[in-house]
């Protein structure tokens, strides 16, 4: 049977190597994929994919194991991603952005009828997601790649971000609607998928 | 424009990701029933929530790699190298060190203890010899013998006692970029890439480097003390354990009538079988589960594939496309991919070249080629002739494609499994044939299309069969759609019978390694006739039977073993991209290379 990853942990704990590979090998993808999705470029999220495990291992001791390990584990890369983030942005010269969370709500307004789901299938309308993504706020980002992405329940989105359980649901909510707003170009007809390279 | 309730709008994407209570979930449910802004809202947010998904799965699929783990490992500095096979892990500790006098990047030495020191001393020595071997396609060839890498290794060549990190300036301890950056191009050599996809080529560029020389080293290796491991190889072998299964295989009893001129027979395994366990993963999941990375290889004629997990193999089979890189491929013959193992697979390319991109991932794989294609693949690849070529190859593919998929002028076989007519159809015809294919002594099917048996697939047990089954059925049924109105009547089951009791007759041909399993390849004594099986150790996973050789191949040519024995493992060209894998025996340059 297949040591969980919060036995895995209390053995890293104990100074065990071969957990750690073990427990690396399982989250690493999960790891990068997050922090790609935080910054956009592969060499960020490889250092900060990296800068997560080296917290982990050192930190190992210190873990209880009282809540499950995805959630320590989103936690530490969270704060991680957030602190970074941040770092260059200030460094970019933006200075401190005041988060617009609470101010912008579009309202969705219902089409006519049903539309076609929206396709994904070529770069351009990959580019289109992509940004559509990273022009969301961060906290209505972040809850909402937990959710969608890493498949969070809400309850731990909230341990996760240090928020409570209205504002995790208030997050992806907007962040949904948002997406919606933004993403409705996509939503074509049926032919469009043939046209993927 | 009509907009949702606003009692109930805040709540719907909770309601949507089951996180609201069980008495507003009932309500919303009721509510839903009468209002259409709220209904269409919920599908808005679904789509959205899709969409995100759909994207989240190209956008981001990364492979977990050892490079990854042994950088932290260097950073908390400890010495986590997993146990691999000894001498091969310090070659490629060695073979790394000697890296980084060119690229430049992290890697943990392993502890020696002293009196390994020589040992090392002499491995590091041996390495430098590899890489010499290495460059020999661009030095010149008459002064070789003088070691240029000597210098090279100098500074590294002792290692402390204990385990250190040497670590020259990495770009990966960088801090991060400072702004998200457009689209900014560089120039490497001949090519131009997206500097983000930079790290990422060049982490692969080294890899691919040092599994050049564990490749190499391995047959220094093999040619040092494998001199009597020729002989034992020779011809005169024992009753091929691919012979003994396919005499094992029996065309089920069944009354089952064609349908839509097509016609499926379960075909049974019978006589003692071995558990019934899967054997391997199926190279689509083990793609989807980041359980195999494929990345591309040293020429447009293979790729690496790297087995990440702790346990099982993965099986590829020839046929498979992989979607991804500069170019779409198809697999060119069957390989089981040990745990851990990393090894290069031969490739056709399948697909319009995508321009302006640097990606060397392949990223999904949805199917598997059609018969007809898979016959050519293996024809080639197993015995038949020297090989039809990549024109060739491009001729069949845009044939299938054009037959399949009239509206799509791309080229590439991956986009039959997503075009959404064609997969209707397909699931409709695999309804009919799956529920056949059910029974637990089930290894395989024949298939017919009108007169003709396109195929004859077999697993080594029912478990590793069901793993397999949709995607081999599909490319079956992809092969009947295409052929529109088959023309004839299917055969009775007493002539596919005929078929398949004819098998272990054939002439089966020397045993090649392929990945961690071996490869053996078998010609009907009729001629007609043609197949191949994989084989871990001596248990067939999985075996192919085709009747009749595809158009365009030349049977004619000649039906040598399909390579050198000496070959342990299809060795990788440590040179750039297009370089050309010069050390494939048969890859379209000449005919079957004889066993020497």
């Known amino acids: 049977l297949a040591d969980t990853d919060e036995l895995l942990m209390r053995k890293v704990a104990r100074g065990d190597l071969a957990a750690f590979r073990l427990l690396m090998e399982r989250w690493e993808g999960a790891a990068k994929r997050y922090a790609y999705r935080s910054f956009g470029d592969y060499q960020s999220a490889e250092d900060a994919a990296q800068e997560t495990f080296i917290r982990l291992f050192r930190s190992a001791s210190r873990y209880e194991p009282t809540a499950k390990f995805s959630t320590y584990f989103y936690t530490v890369l969270g704060n991680l991603c957030r602190d970074r983030a941040r770092a260059a942005k200030r460094r970019a010269g ?46 209505l980002r972040e809850a909402l790649s937990l959710r969608e992405f890493e498949g969070l329940s809400y309850l731990e989105i909230a341990a996760v971000m240090q928020a409570n359980l209205g504002e995790v649901k208030t997050w992806i909510h907007r962040g949904r609607k948002r ?10 007809p049926e032919e469009r998928r043939e046209s993927r390279p | 424009v009509n907009h949702p309730c606003p009692r109930f709008e805040p709540e719907l994407s909770a309601y949507l990701d089951g996180e609201t209570s069980a008495a507003l979930a009932a309500e919303i449910d009721e509510h839903l029933r009468g209002c259409d802004a709220c209904r269409a809202a919920v599908a808005q947010l679904r789509d959205v929530s899709r969409t995100l998904r759909r994207w989240d799965a190209h956008e981001t699929r990364y492979a977990a790699s050892t490079g990854f783990r042994n950088r932290v490992f260097a950073k908390v500095g400890a010495d986590g190298v997993a146990p691999r096979s000894d001498v091969v892990w310090r070659i490629a500790a060695a073979a790394a060190l000697v890296a980084v006098g060119a690229g430049g990047f992290a890697l943990v030495v392993p502890r020696l203890r002293p009196d390994e020191h020589a040992q090392y001393e002499a491995l590091a020595e041996e390495v430098g ?128 009538s064609p349908y839509e001129q097509v016609q499926v027979w379960p075909i049974e395994l019978v006589g003692p079988r071995s558990a019934d366990r899967s054997r391997a993963v199926p190279c689509a999941d083990a793609i989807a ?270 039906r040598g073993g399909r390579r050198n024995p000496g070959d342990v493992t299809p060795p990788l060209d440590g040179g750039g991209h297009g370089s050309g894998s010069s050390s494939r025996g048969n890859s379209g340059e000449g005919g079957g290379v004889e066993a020497k």
């Open chain 2, 129 to 256: 010899a590899l890489k010499a071997a290495l460059r020999e396609p661009r030095a010149a060839a008459p002064g070789r013998a003088s070691d240029p890498f000597v210098q090279e290794t100098t500074p590294l060549a002792r290692p402390e006692p204990l385990g250190r990190v040497v670590a020259a300036p990495d770009s990966a301890d960088a801090p991060p970029a400072p702004q998200p950056v457009a689209e900014i191009w560089e120039q490497r050599g001949d090519e131009r890439f997206l500097r983000e996809a930079l790290p990422e080529h060049d982490t692969y560029t080294r890899e691919r480097r040092i599994l050049a020389l564990e490749e190499q080293a391995q047959k220094m290796q093999a040619a040092l003390a494998g001199k009597q491991g020729r002989e034992t190889s020779a011809p005169a072998a024992p009753p091929s354990p691919l012979a003994t299964f396919l005499g094992e295989l029996r065309v089920a009893e069944t009354n089952f």
């Open chain 2, 289 to 558: 589960q980041e359980i195999l990375a494929v990345t591309e290889g040293a020429s447009r004629e293979s790729v690496v594939a790297v087995n990440n997990d702790a346990k099982r193999s993965v099986l590829v089979l020839a046929g498979d496309v992989l979607a991804g890189g500069k170019q779409d491929r198809v697999a060119r013959e069957d390989v089981l991919v040990a745990p851990g193992q990393r090894l290069s697979i031969p490739t056709y390319t399948c697909g319009r070249e995508r321009e302006r991109t640097s990606y060397v991932t392949f990223r999904h794989s949805d199917g598997l080629a059609t018969p007809d294609l898979r016959a050519m693949v293996a024809a080639d690849q197993a015995l038949l002739s020297g090989g039809v070529g990549q024109d060739q190859f491009d001729d069949a593919v845009s044939r299938t494609v054009k037959a399949l998929a009239s509206t799509s002028r791309l080229g590439s076989l991956d986009n039959l499994y997503s075009n959404p007519q064609l997969s209707d159809a397909a699931e409709r015809l695999m309804k009919k044939f799956e529920k056949r294919l059910e029974g637990p002594s089930v290894v395989g099917f024949a298939f017919a299309a009108g007169s003709q048996i396109l195929g004859v697939d077999v697993f080594g047990d029912h478990a590793t069969f069901v793993d397999h089954r949709a995607r081999v059925l599909r490319s079956y049924v992809m092969a009947a759609i295409a052929m529109d109105r088959p023309e004839g009547v299917p055969p009775a089951r007493s002539v596919v019978a005929d078929v398949v009791a004819a098998a272990p007759k054939s002439a089966f041909h020397a045993d090649a390694a392929s990945g961690s399993g071996t490869l053996s390849v078998f010609r009907g004594a009729d001629g007609g006739a043609f197949g191949f099986g994989i084989l871990d150790t001596t248990r067939v996973v999985h075996a192919v039977l085709f009747t009749s050789v595809p158009a365009g191949v030349d049977a004619t040519a000649a």
């Open chain 1, 94 to 139: 933006h200075g401190e952005q005041v988060e617009d969370v609470f101010v912008l709500d579009e309202t969705v307004a219902a089409p006519e009828g049903l539309s076609p789901e929206p396709r994904v299938e070529t770069e351009e309308e990959r580019l289109l997601v992509r940004e559509a993504v990273s022009e969301l706020p961060e906290k």
């Open chain 1, 179 to 188: 997406l919606a707003h933004r993403l409705r170009r996509l939503a074509g």
